[in-house]
Structures are given as structure tokens and as C-alpha cells.
């Protein structure tokens, strides 16, 4: 049956290349990939507080749990993969296993755009980074984001006053 087929496919799960093995091993470990840690750190040692690991409940149905969540100020950031979320840069399709890798892939997309969809609507702003940006860019746009959001521009508790 097509289904088993399916199952048997998934199970073997089939590497396209070094890169996407690696893709796999990141996916392993799926929250604290690296970039999303080193975000979190970032932003921890600047005085902001967030959610890990929090699940929105959305409207029709759209569950999403962003690397990052601002509660009070509606603010859903997320690292994408390069490989698991098609970055334009690295983001090629394996050239082995089409037939696994295209939808697998392609769903993965449409998952992100509905997420940012629901998200916009229940009036959350969405910031989105590539694993590939660097830590510095992420954390100047995630504070400009939030203090937009907060209508001031400093950091909450002021711990990085010095900051211009
Ligand atoms: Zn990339």
C-alpha cells in the first residue's frame, strides 16, 4: 500500500548529501540548535526576559511555537534552518530523493508563511532569521522590534543603559 510505502520511506529516511546529514543531526536536536541559543543568550544578558518552548494557539487551528516569544509585547522570533526552511543561499533541494525531500521540504515553507499569517492577524509581530545571520544583526533587529512594540526605546530594566 502507498502508505506503508510512505512509513517505510520515512523510517529509512533517506540522506541526499553531506549537507543534508548534517540538516538531519540538526533537526535532531531541535530546540537550542546554536544560532537560537546564541540569540537567546544575547538577549538574556541585555535584560530581556522570553518564553522558550511556548505554544501559541491560533486562530483556525495554527499552533506554532516560535525559538522565541515576547508575551507582553506580542513579539514570535524565529531562526529557520537554512536547509529545513529553503534559506535562498543554502537552502538547495537534495538531488537525490526528490520525491521525499520536495514535499517534505515544500511543507515545511507553507507551514512558516501560514504560522506568520495566524501570527499577523492575532496581532503578533513575527521576526524571522536565517541560521546563516550573524548573532549581532539578529539582536539589533529583535531590540528594534521590541521597542517599537513597547514605544520606548530602551531595554527594559535598563541593565544596558550605556547602550546609545
Ligand atoms: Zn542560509
Not at 540548535?33 to 494557539?57: I, N, Q, S, V
Not at 543561499?89 to 504560522?115: F, I, M
Request: hydrophobic share 40%.
Amino acid at each position: 500500500m502507498a502508505e506503508d510505502v510512505a512509513r517505510d520511506a520515512a523510517r529509512a529516511y533517506p540522506h541526499p548529501s553531506s549537507a543534508g546529514r548534517s540538516a538531519n543531526m540538526r533537526a535532531n536536536r531541535r530546540t537550542d540548535t546554536k544560532p537560537e541559543l546564541a540569540l537567546r543568550k544575547a538577549l538574556h544578558g541585555l535584560g530581556y526576559r522570553y518564553r522558550k518552548d511556548y505554544r501559541l494557539d491560533l486562530a483556525g487551528g495554527v499552533r506554532v511555537r516560535p525559538d522565541i516569544v515576547f508575551t507582553a509585547r506580542k513579539v514570535a522570533v524565529f531562526v529557520d534552518g537554512c536547509f529545513w526552511h529553503c534559506c535562498p543561499d543554502h537552502g538547495s533541494q537534495p538531488a537525490a530523493n526528490t520525491w521525499y525531500w520536495e514535499p517534505k521540504l515544500r511543507r515545511n515553507v507553507d507551514r512558516d508563511r501560514a504560522a506568520d499569517d495566524a501570527l499577523g492577524q492575532a496581532g503578533w509581530t513575527v521576526v524571522r532569521f536565517w541560521e546563516h545571520e550573524s548573532i549581532d544583526v539578529a539582536v539589533a533587529r529583535v531590540v528594534d522590534v521590541l521597542a517599537e512594540r513597547a514605544g520606548r526605546p530602551a531595554p527594559p530594566d535598563g541593565r544596558a543603559g550605556s547602550r546609545p
